[in-house]
């Protein structure tokens, strides 16, 4: 991988990180404000269903997911696994992609 | 104080051991005239590496109970658990023998971070003016004082887990250089500072800051290298 790609990486890692900062924020305060008369799934449905404006929020949660993820895990596995090149990559953009899929399916789930 | 201390010292090479020494304790005595006194007194053959003895030259780094210190300017009573020494090479690199570390690869980084210094200007024209108040003159001025001792080095998590990473002391290097208007290898040293083998790699654990003996923060510079490189490698330039 060139040098100018690990650096981009780099940033979309941090970059990232700074959109899953707000989303873990916004994410946490409506799951305390949502369960203050208990939680049912129905209710959950109730305020997802349809609902384009959490439909956005929950698509941009999970991208950034999918691209902070497999960044950092390739950190980890490079350094405590010695597992570098090529295969590696592959994997790791399996991951992403896993990531990404099975998220924004989820959220499909919840709108649809 | 006890009238001696039972000094532990690594002998031979990486499947060597420790062996144990008594050694007489002295007022404001260094780690470094501990080996010295071993070596000149009980032990000749016990090999080591020291040249200024006053915290220039940066050749006796050791690793002093667990911690890697400059022997030179390192007191006993600051660092012994009572009468007792532990005293072993610089982690992170090859060992020759005793507490002679292998410094080739710690240099060849520094090579391969574009530690040279490339002028611009020959002989026939004036002086650079550098204002000494500028920022990057000031910038550069905090990282330059570094003797190439290698203690950042052993303290650095990053080198055990990744050898090929250039490690504090040759990004600090480079980040003097980038901040030297003189100097004309800056968009070639900034590839040479990019990537997983280089600045992008530091975890900033802090540990070469917390260990330097010139007390700098090569954390501090490889910070400024990665804003460097993502702002290259975003334009382009990389």
Known sequence: MSRRTETLLWVAQRASAAVLALCVLVHLATMIYAVRGGLTGAEILARTRGNVAWLAFYSVFVVAVAVHAPIGLRAVLGEWLGWRGRAREVFLAAFALALAGMGLWAVRGVFA | ?238
């Open chain 2, 1 to 238: 104080m006890s009238a001696t201390l039972r000094v532990k010292v690594w002998r031979g090479g990486a499947d060597g051991a420790f062996r144990e020494y008594e050694v007489p304790r002295r007022e404001s005595q260094t780690v470094l005239d501990v080996v010295t006194h071993i070596q000149r007194a009980i032990d000749p053959t016990l090999a080591y590496r020291f040249a200024c003895r006053v915290g220039m030259c940066g050749s006796c780094a050791m690793t002093v109970n667990g911690a890697p210190r400059w022997t030179c300017r390192t007191h006993v009573d600051k660092v012994a658990r009572g009468d007792r020494l532990e005293i072993a090479p610089l982690r992170n690199l090859p060992l020759i023998r005793d507490l002679v570390a292998d410094m080739r690869e710690f240099f060849d980084k520094w090579a391969r971070a574009q530690g040279q210094f490339k002028g611009r200007r020959t002989r026939a024209d004036d002086f650079e003016r550098i204002t000494p108040g500028s920022d990057a003159r000031k910038r550069a001025d905090a990282a330059i004082e570094c003797i190439g001792c290698g203690v950042c080095y052993a303290a650095c998590d990053v080198v055990a887990w990744n050898p090929d990473y250039l490690g504090p002391a040759a990004l600090n290097r480079a980040w003097t250089l980038a901040n030297d208007a003189r100097d004309a290898a800056n968009p070639e040293r900034l590839r040479a500072v990019a990537g997983d083998r280089a600045s992008l790699a530091c975890h900033t654990h802090m540990s070469c800051t917390e260990r330097c003996p010139k007390a700098l923060s090569p954390t501090a510079g490889i910070a400024g290298l990665k804003r460097a490189v993502a702002r290259a490698a975003l334009e382009g330039e990389l």
